[in-house]
């Protein structure tokens, strides 16, 4: 069973999902992002399917997997993915992590109605429900 959490809290998102992620925009560009927090959240969030297939598909090899994968990436204008790294993790799994960024890669973000691209930063905590 997946446990399902939502909230919102200044800048930071729990998704619903076999994992909870948070998400920041990274503020080194000082100039006005392309799509807005809740944009890029709701397009995660639509997409927490497939993440968690990632995860599920995981712990069939290694029941005991949890923890933090964090990813950079920028969204071009089009909605599209045109760059992600990976920034911080405690999970050693290649092939689990290449799987979320996969999802990540794939997902159609909103167009940005300023044409200006989107650099997001966004956490994802991997744990297995109780239930």
């Not at 807005?36 to 598909?57: F, H, Q, T, W």
């Not at 950079?72 to 092939?95: A, K, L, M, W």
């Not at 960024?101 to 930063?121: D, M």
Request: proline share 2%; net charge positive; charged share 20%.
């Amino acid at each position: 069973m997946i446990k399902m959490i939502n909230s919102f809290i200044i800048g930071y998102f729990l998704l619903n999902s076999a994992c909870t992620s948070k998400q920041v925009y990274n503020t080194e560009n000082q100039g006005i992002e392309g799509i807005s927090k809740e944009s890029v959240r709701l397009a995660i969030k639509n997409n927490s399917s497939n993440i968690s297939k990632c995860y599920e598909d995981a712990l069939k090899n290694d029941n005991s997997l949890k923890g933090q994968i964090t990813f950079s990436f920028q969204i071009s204008s089009s909605g599209q993915v045109i760059s992600i790294q990976e920034t911080n993790t405690d999970i050693n799994n290649i092939r689990f992590k290449s799987c979320v960024s996969t999802v990540i890669q794939k997902i159609k973000f909103p167009n940005a109605e300023n044409g200006n691209i989107t650099n997001a930063i966004y956490p994802f905590r991997f744990e297995k429900s109780l239930k």
